[in-house]
């Protein structure tokens, strides 16, 4: 698969607003055809763009987000020269993506990636036989060839079980690094600048940008920051229960247990982290349930759970 440059998603952008456009004519439909032919990232960021605009169609009538398309796809519909209308259809489907952007949705790449999840673990088997758990709101793409594998990590969390093919090596990219993998189990974490590595199994070589290197072994973990590798470290043995949906904690903040359950939360969770200063956590909490977690955190701590509607829930303390 070719992953698509910024341009080819500018251009695709506006093939779509174009073909929106209902002046849009049999003759439109085959140039577009013909400039998805010319290059497989033209065809891949074509695919991506119809599978997000899919799921705008899906919000809320009132949403930042829909609106936002709906003046995008509207200012492409004018004019009626078909260059002057896909260069204008481009130009309101770009600014779609960065007003989708400020309403608090990921960054276009993380949006248009190959592989996603929303607010659930998901898991699935790339095209080379490996095992992948996305925690919540993970976004990554592959670049599998006869010479490799690559996977770029753009946001979230990954735990990895690697299809052995000791001519073709995995690699994971993130901008602090590369982590290099063969017939292992480990995790890949972005947390805003830096990367986080862990290892069930085998051995992960972590490089920093520089060329520093670490080989890293079971039970050893690695952050990627600053262009420079950072470890090893010792790994809990927990580290990977988000994977079996679980949120094992202790003595943690119960601001930061919060922060975690609303990211497997749909809707709302909101709490005053200076409020709930103090209160720590020690235990097992179900991430595919938030609404359990809530009840137990609430069972044991001085705090009182409030919901609006099913999707805007306030944690205040008592």
Same mark, same amino acid.
């Given at each position: 698969? @070719?992953? #698509?440059?910024?341009? !080819?998603? &500018?251009? %695709?952008? *506006?093939?779509? /607003?174009? +073909?929106?456009?209902? =002046?849009?004519?049999?003759?439109?439909?085959?140039?577009?055809?013909?400039?998805?032919?010319?290059?497989?990232?033209?065809?891949?960021?074509?695919?991506?763009?119809?599978?997000?605009?899919?799921?705008?169609?899906?919000?809320?009538?009132?949403?930042?987000?829909?609106?936002?398309?709906?003046?995008?796809?509207?200012?492409?519909?004018?004019? @009626?020269? #078909?260059?002057?209308? !896909?260069? &204008?259809? %481009?130009? *309101?489907?770009? /600014?779609? +993506?960065?007003?989708? =952007?400020?309403?608090?949705?990921?960054?276009?790449?993380?949006?248009?990636?190959?592989?996603?999840?929303?607010?659930?673990?998901?898991?699935?088997?790339?095209?080379?036989?490996?095992?992948?758990?996305?925690?919540?709101?993970?976004?990554?793409?592959?670049?599998?060839?006869?010479?490799?594998?690559?996977?770029?990590?753009?946001?979230?969390?990954?735990?990895?079980?690697?299809?052995?093919?000791?001519?073709?090596?995995?690699?994971?990219?993130?901008?602090?690094?590369?982590?290099?993998?063969?017939?292992?189990?480990?995790?890949?974490?972005?947390?805003?600048?830096?990367?986080?590595?862990?290892?069930?199994?085998?051995?992960?070589?972590?490089?920093?940008?520089?060329?520093?290197?670490?080989?890293?072994?079971?039970?050893?973990?690695?952050?990627?920051?600053?262009?420079?590798?950072?470890?090893?470290?010792?790994?809990?043995?927990?580290?990977?229960?988000?994977?079996?949906?679980?949120?094992?904690?202790?003595?943690?903040?119960?601001?930061?247990?919060?922060?975690?359950?609303?990211?497997?939360?749909?809707?709302?969770?909101?709490?005053?982290?200076?409020?709930?200063?103090?209160?720590?956590?020690?235990?097992?909490?179900?991430?595919?349930?938030?609404?359990?977690?809530?009840?137990?955190?609430a069972a044991t701590l001085p705090i009182e759970i409030s919901r609006r509607t099913g999707f805007w829930?306030?944690?205040?303390?008592?």
């Open positions: 698969m @070719s992953e #698509p440059s910024a341009e !080819m998603v &500018r251009v %695709a952008a *506006g093939w779509h /607003a174009l +073909l929106d456009d209902d =002046a849009a004519t049999a003759a439109d439909a085959a140039r577009c055809r013909a400039w998805r032919a010319e290059h497989p990232g033209h065809a891949e960021a074509f695919r991506r763009l119809a599978a997000l605009l899919g799921r705008v169609d899906g919000f809320a009538a009132d949403a930042p987000a829909r609106q936002a398309l709906q003046a995008g796809l509207a200012a492409g519909a004018q004019g @009626s020269a #078909p260059r002057r209308r !896909m260069a &204008r259809a %481009a130009g *309101g489907a770009v /600014a779609v +993506l960065a007003l989708l =952007a400020t309403a608090g949705l990921p960054d276009w790449t993380s949006l248009l990636a190959s592989h996603r999840s929303g607010t659930a673990v998901t898991r699935l088997v790339l095209a080379d036989g490996s095992a992948v758990a996305l925690d919540a709101d993970t976004a990554f793409d592959t670049d599998f060839d006869g010479s490799g594998r690559r996977i770029r990590l753009h946001r979230g969390r990954i735990l990895v079980e690697v299809a052995r093919d000791p001519s073709r090596p995995l690699t994971i990219e993130t901008p602090q690094g590369t982590l290099r993998a063969l017939g292992t189990r480990f995790s890949a974490a972005r947390e805003e600048d830096r990367t986080v590595v862990a290892v069930e199994e085998s051995a992960v070589r972590a490089c920093a940008p520089a060329g520093a290197c670490l080989e890293l072994h079971p039970g050893q973990g690695a952050r990627l920051e600053a262009r420079q590798v950072l470890g090893p470290f010792p790994v809990p043995a927990q580290d990977s229960a988000w994977a079996q949906g679980q949120l094992v904690v202790e003595d943690r903040p119960l601001s930061e247990v919060l922060a975690t359950l609303a990211r497997y939360r749909p809707g709302l969770l909101r709490y005053d982290a200076v409020a709930l200063a103090g209160l720590s956590v020690s235990g097992v909490l179900p991430l595919g349930d938030t609404d359990r977690a809530l009840a137990a955190l829930v306030t944690v205040e303390r008592r």
